[in-house]
């Protein structure tokens, strides 16, 4: 079946620019993540949604980092006035019904780099 | 929340050695969950542990958590080059999964 997929796969953009990343979840699976990776370092949570309830924003590291999702379906991760320490691979992730016990299924990611 | 940290930061190993990596934490984890992640791709779901002492293999894999379930390892037999890559660990932390900073692998033939 169809797995997490992101789009786009590879953003470049310039310094001060609005990005959006897109990410669709496996169908059914109502918990959607964010995570940031830096270039060889590990997963760093942004933010998380499950179901209808509001969604944990603890790991956004500034204002300038936003995220809807409609429903349990699309999520889009919005970075305002790019700087060059948001370039990473930004990786979504889905779980069947969220919860630090489930599985969480990644998509390929959006490689974002700001010149 | 729970915090897990994984050690060593990086192992090298050459093909054929066996290598054991640790996922410590100070309190009782309610799971360990482990993920690999190959270079350039993205992090995929290996195993969930939730008993005290439960032990699972996956081909040359062994998967351990500890009796006081404050720690995890992961011992792989016989390296192979498709070993390399990232090993995270993660475990519930205030209802959402918390990751640890992984383990790099490198394998030299």
């Known amino acids: 079946g169809a797995g997490v997929s992101q789009s786009p796969s590879n953003k470049v953009t310039e310094k001060g620019k609005d990005v959006e990343l897109r990410c669709d979840p496996i169908s059914g699976h109502t918990a959607l993540y964010w995570y940031r990776q830096r270039l060889g370092q590990g997963l760093e949570f942004l933010i998380y949604?499950?179901?209808?309830?509001?969604?944990?924003k603890s790991g956004l590291p500034s204002d300038r980092f936003s995220a809807e999702r409609t429903g349990e379906s699309v999520s889009t991760l919005t970075i305002q006035r790019t700087q060059q320490e948001d370039s990473a691979v930004y990786l979504c992730a889905s779980s069947l019904s969220g919860g630090g016990a489930d599985t969480q299924y990644f998509g390929p990611g959006t490689r974002l780099t700001v010149l | 929340g729970q915090q897990v940290m994984q050690i060593p930061q990086y192992q090298h190993v050459q093909e054929g050695e066996d290598f054991t990596t640790y996922c410590n934490s100070s309190t009782t984890l309610s799971n360990i969950q482990w993920y690999k992640q190959r270079p350039g791709g993205h992090p995929v779901f290996l195993i969930q542990l939730v008993k005290s002492g439960e032990v699972k293999k996956q081909k040359r894999l062994t998967f351990q958590f500890g009796e006081a379930k404050k720690n995890s390892s992961l011992h792989i037999t016989a390296t192979q080059t498709t070993d390399v890559g990232t090993y995270f660990c993660g475990t519930d932390s205030w209802g959402k999964l918390q990751f640890g900073a992984g383990t790099q692998v490198v394998v030299t033939p």
């Open positions: 949604f499950q179901g209808n309830s509001a969604p944990d």
